[in-house]
């Protein structure tokens, strides 16, 4: 018995989290479910519903194969710490347990975008407003260039005449806490974002696909500041939910109802996200004892796509050279073409 209510305790912490799709167009399809989504496949689950390949195939059974020919215009990824579900019980949300809460980040789609878009310069747009990260590539340095993103900017846009305060029901929370105005202006990001793309509405109906990572910490340090339990936090909770939800609507919108929105709660996660960098004044070290000549890997999954391609092109240059040069070296140098003999000017005349 002792075993079994150790087992009812950890496994809300295990699979407490959730990963819900609120928005999907009908080219991508989430299957309804509860089959758990491991967190480091999400980057995955966001390559492939965009129709990109991905180097390790995702058995997961909640995705799929939708449409390959018509792909989502944009992929809006919501992060919010501090909680393992926001309640989304609105028609057509889809939720999955999320298991292995650990960190992860969409760089990989980003790459991916830059490599098959990079002359049309698609919108990556990537936030963590209370780290003070950013990463804006694209049309997004000129289209988000204004977008409040350090604490500093972010606590005085919240006190312009145009913020969210003044239509925001406050209830518990105030605007005289430091704590509480971190949760306000990550809201105050989400509505400027929506806001701008509004403004500039040709980005949502181009041919590159867009991407928005957004990382919301401000619940988590409410939860911190007044506990679970109280007051602020149930009223900052359900204040999120009704946000995010009309953000995944307006979003949704712009795109003309191709675009996939996705939000992860998450508790905690297991491991802090470390971006590993290296020195170029660093000597070589040989870290995996399995590898130890430091051999990449064999190929890639291009690998096969790639070789037939160069294969096949080069036997048909191969065999067109063998076949035009036969021609050329039995054509009988005495013998006129047809072309020849009906512009002639002598049989003209005959």
Not at 203 to 217: F, G, I, Q, T, V
Request: negative net charge; aromatic residues 10%.
């Amino acid at each position: 018995m002792a075993v079994l209510a150790l087992l009812a305790l950890l496994l809300p912490g295990v699979l407490g989290n959730e990963f819900s799709v609120l928005r999907s167009p009908e080219s991508v399809v989430f299957r309804d479910g509860k089959w758990p989504i491991p967190g480091d496949r999400i980057p995955d689950v966001a390559a492939l519903s965009m129709g990109f390949s991905v180097e390790e195939d995702l058995s997961w059974p909640g995705l799929a194969v939708g449409n390959l020919f018509h792909r989502p215009r944009a992929t809006v990824l919501v992060t919010v710490k501090g909680v393992d579900s926001l309640g989304l019980l609105k028609n057509g949300v889809v939720s999955y347990p999320l298991e292995n809460a650990v960190p992860f980040s969409l760089d990989s789609v980003a790459n991916s975008i830059h490599t098959f878009f990079s002359e049309e310069t698609p919108v990556v747009l990537q936030l963590a407003p209370s780290e003070e990260r950013v990463y804006m590539v694209g049309k997004a340095n000129a289209v988000f260039e204004d977008l409040s993103v350090t604490l500093r900017q972010l606590r005085n846009r919240l006190f312009q005449d145009n913020s969210i305060l003044s239509s925001l029901p406050l209830n518990s929370l105030s605007r005289n806490n430091d704590v509480d105005l971190l949760f306000f202006s990550e809201l105050q990001i989400l509505h400027d974002i929506a806001t701008l793309l509004s403004r500039h509405k040709h980005l949502a109906k181009d041919h590159s696909p867009d991407l928005y990572s957004l990382e919301l910490a401000g619940l988590d340090e409410i939860g911190k500041r007044y506990g679970e339990d109280s007051q602020q936090f149930k009223d900052a909770s359900q204040i999120l939910t009704d946000f995010i939800q009309k953000f995944a609507d307006d979003m949704y919108d712009l795109y003309g109802g191709n675009a996939v929105v996705e939000v992860v709660t998450v508790k905690s996660f297991d491991s802090p996200l470390v971006r590993k960098t290296r020195s170029i004044l660093q000597a070589k070290q040989n870290n995996n004892p399995g590898n130890p000549y430091n051999l990449a890997y064999t190929y890639n999954v291009n690998y096969a796509v790639v070789f037939n391609i160069i294969l096949w092109i080069m036997l048909g240059l191969a065999l067109a050279v063998i076949i035009i040069s036969y021609g050329l070296w039995n054509m009988d140098p005495g013998y006129d073409s047809i072309i020849y003999r009906m512009t002639n000017q002598k049989i003209r005349m005959d």
